[in-house]
Structure formats: structure tokens, C-alpha cells
């Protein structure tokens, strides 16, 4: 009796050990040999890559067109910004931005920045951006931003300038209005990159001033 007991428990652990070294070597096969699929892989790669687009617009542009993106200043506080192909040519930051009209001009073929002006249109010489807006060529593009107040300056020879440029809003532009604007003197109508905003206080959002303005789109390149 004691030799078959022993001979039980023997064949017991032997049993044991053998399921349990079975065990571990499925396991430890399964565990080497899992994979996700390619596409499920592919697609979590993918889902955490940001697309980076020209300006940070919502969409990347098409061949032939250049993306922009301008911001108007918000009340007397924070300047305008002005984006053109990925560049930053006018902001807060590069202090490069004043009151009135912030200006900057593109070649429309090459997308080049000619210049960037600023115009004091509440105590400055508004003869200067008569002179400026008449030196355009058709073949440049004009950015404009507003920046505190751009109207009190305005004048009826200045209006028509902007109106040749495109615009549908220069003829009421006043006394801290919010305005942002492309155009060129070639547009064959009135340009569809113009926003505007009247100083109203009964809508403003900042006290004495309406809201910011953003604007971006893609204008067709110049050829």
C-alpha cells in the first residue's frame, strides 16, 4: 500500500508538470507570434500624424494657387497678422504692424513679398497711402488689415483706390471699423476676399470696438 501511494503521488506530479510546461510554451509561442494587421497598424500611424498646411489653413491649396491668411487687430490691443505661402510677414511679434492700414504687397506670379507698409489713419499723412496704393502694378497682390481705427483718415480719393483693388466695403469704411481684404487691379469684379465689420456699439464685442476678423483662402496665381 505505502509503494502504490507513492507511486500515485509520483504519477500526479508528473502529470502536473507536464500541463504546466505545456501551458507556458503555448502561451510564450502565441505572445511571439501576435501581430496586428498592417492596415490596423497603418491606420493608428496615420490617425496621429497632424496634416500641416500653408498658413494653417483648414485645407492645403491647389498647384497654381497661393494660400494666405490675414487676421485684423483686435481693438487697440493686439496688432494684425499676415500670412503668405507659410510666411509670417507682418504680427505682434515681429513688431512690424502699427494703427491704421497695415499694406503688404505680393508679386501674383512668383508670390515674392515686394514690401509691407503700415498707415497712421487716425493722425498720419493720408496723402502717403494715396501715393502708395497709386504706385500698384496689375501685376501684385495687396493684403490689408485694419488695426484700431483705418476709417477717420479715409478719404474720397483713397476709397476709389481700394475700389479699383477690388473692394466692396473702402467706400464705408469709418471710424474703427474692422476690415481685412485681398485684391488686385485686375480683378474683372469686386474681390471675394473681403470681410468687414461696422463699429456699432450695440454689437461690439471689445468696448468701443466690433470683433477681429479672419481671413484665408487660396488666390489663383498670376500667369
Same mark, same amino acid.
Given at each position: 500500500m505505502r509503494m502504490s501511494g507513492v507511486l500515485r503521488l509520483l504519477a500526479v506530479i508528473f502529470a502536473v508538470v507536464t500541463t504546466w510546461l505545456f501551458i507556458r510554451e503555448y502561451i510564450d509561442f502565441n505572445m511571439k507570434t501576435l501581430r496586428l494587421p498592417r492596415w490596423m497598424g497603418s #491606420?493608428?500611424? +496615420?490617425s496621429s500624424q497632424?496634416?500641416?498646411?500653408?498658413? /494653417?489653413?483648414?485645407?492645403?491649396? &491647389?498647384?497654381?494657387? =497661393?494660400?494666405?491668411?490675414?487676421?485684423? %487687430?483686435? #481693438?487697440?490691443?493686439v496688432g494684425p497678422t499676415m500670412c503668405f505661402?507659410?510666411? @509670417?510677414? @507682418?504680427? $505682434?511679434?515681429k513688431n512690424n504692424v502699427g494703427r491704421g492700414l497695415n499694406i503688404v504687397l505680393v508679386d501674383g506670379t512668383t508670390g515674392?513679398?515686394?514690401? &509691407?507698409?503700415?498707415?497712421? @489713419? *487716425?493722425? /498720419?499723412? #493720408?496723402?502717403?497711402l494715396a501715393k502708395f496704393l497709386k504706385e500698384i502694378s496689375e501685376q501684385m497682390l495687396v493684403l490689408v488689415a485694419s488695426y484700431d481705427d483705418p476709417g477717420t483718415k479715409m478719404n474720397k480719393e483713397i476709397r476709389?483706390? =481700394?475700389?479699383?483693388? %477690388?473692394? !466692396?466695403?473702402? @467706400? &464705408?469704411? %469709418? =471710424?474703427?471699423?474692422?476690415?481685412?481684404f485681398l485684391g488686385a487691379q485686375n480683378f474683372k469684379s469686386k474681390?471675394?476676399?473681403?470681410? =468687414?465689420?461696422? +463699429? +456699432? $456699439?450695440? !454689437?461690439?464685442? *471689445?468696448? /468701443?470696438? $466690433?470683433?477681429?476678423?479672419?481671413?484665408? %483662402?487660396?488666390? $489663383?496665381?498670376?500667369i
Amino acid at each position: 500500500m505505502r509503494m502504490s501511494g507513492v507511486l500515485r503521488l509520483l504519477a500526479v506530479i508528473f502529470a502536473v508538470v507536464t500541463t504546466w510546461l505545456f501551458i507556458r510554451e503555448y502561451i510564450d509561442f502565441n505572445m511571439k507570434t501576435l501581430r496586428l494587421p498592417r492596415w490596423m497598424g497603418s #491606420a493608428h500611424k +496615420n490617425s496621429s500624424q497632424l496634416v500641416k498646411t500653408k498658413c /494653417g489653413l483648414s485645407k492645403s491649396c &491647389q498647384d497654381n494657387f =497661393f494660400a494666405f491668411k490675414i487676421v485684423s %487687430g483686435a #481693438a487697440n490691443v493686439v496688432g494684425p497678422t499676415m500670412c503668405f505661402e507659410d510666411q @509670417m510677414i @507682418m504680427s $505682434p511679434v515681429k513688431n512690424n504692424v502699427g494703427r491704421g492700414l497695415n499694406i503688404v504687397l505680393v508679386d501674383g506670379t512668383t508670390g515674392v513679398v515686394l514690401t &509691407q507698409k503700415c498707415f497712421d @489713419m *487716425y493722425s /498720419g499723412d #493720408a496723402s502717403l497711402l494715396a501715393k502708395f496704393l497709386k504706385e500698384i502694378s496689375e501685376q501684385m497682390l495687396v493684403l490689408v488689415a485694419s488695426y484700431d481705427d483705418p476709417g477717420t483718415k479715409m478719404n474720397k480719393e483713397i476709397r476709389e483706390l =481700394f475700389s479699383n483693388l %477690388g473692394s !466692396t466695403h473702402a @467706400m &464705408q469704411l %469709418g =471710424f474703427r471699423d474692422s476690415w481685412v481684404f485681398l485684391g488686385a487691379q485686375n480683378f474683372k469684379s469686386k474681390s471675394p476676399f473681403e470681410q =468687414f465689420l461696422k +463699429n +456699432n $456699439p450695440e !454689437t461690439n464685442k *471689445y468696448d /468701443g470696438w $466690433p470683433e477681429l476678423l479672419e481671413l484665408e %483662402g487660396c488666390v $489663383p496665381r498670376k500667369i
